[in-house]
C-alpha cells in the first residue's frame, strides 16, 4: 500500500525559498514516477514537475523551470521539491503523487497515489 506525506509548506515572502518533502512507503521508488502538483482552490490540479524512477530525468512546467528543482533521494524514500525565488502565482495547494512505471509526465490524471498536500503561501 503506497503511502506519501507532504511537509515543507508554510508562508515565505516573495523571492525567497522553500523546499518541500514527500515521504513515501510501501512501493520500490526505482519502479515509480514521482512528481509535484499543485492546486488552487476552483482550478485544475496544475503538473510542476516530475522525476523518472531509473535515469532520474526530469520534466517541469513552463512556469516553474528555472525557478524550482525536484530531486529524490531512492535510499530515504523521499521525494523533494526546491522552490526559489517563488512569486505570489506559486501560492497554492502542493501535492505529490506516485504511479508504476518510467512513463512520468505531469499531467494528474496518469497517477493513481496522492498524498494529503501542504499549503504553501507567498506574500
Known amino acids: 500500500h503506497v503511502q506519501l506525506v507532504e511537509s515543507g509548506g508554510g508562508s515565505v515572502q516573495a523571492g525567497g525559498s522553500q523546499r518541500l518533502s514527500c515521504a513515501a512507503s510501501?512501493?520500490?521508488?526505482?519502479?515509480?514516477?514521482v512528481a509535484w502538483f499543485r492546486q488552487v482552490p476552483g482550478k485544475q490540479r496544475e503538473g510542476v514537475a516530475s522525476v523518472r524512477p531509473r535515469d532520474g530525468s526530469t520534466t517541469y512546467a513552463d512556469s516553474v523551470q528555472g525557478r524550482f528543482t525536484i530531486s529524490k533521494d531512492n535510499a530515504k524514500n523521499t521525494l523533494y521539491l526546491q522552490m526559489n525565488n517563488l512569486k505570489p502565482e506559486d501560492t497554492a495547494m502542493y501535492y505529490c503523487?506516485?504511479?508504476?512505471?518510467?512513463?512520468?509526465?505531469?499531467?494528474?490524471?496518469?497517477?493513481?497515489?496522492w498524498g494529503q498536500g501542504t499549503q504553501v503561501t507567498v506574500s
Open positions: 503523487a506516485a504511479v508504476g512505471g518510467t512513463y512520468c509526465p505531469i499531467n494528474s490524471g496518469y497517477y493513481n497515489y
Open positions: 510501501g512501493y520500490d521508488g526505482t519502479m515509480y514516477c
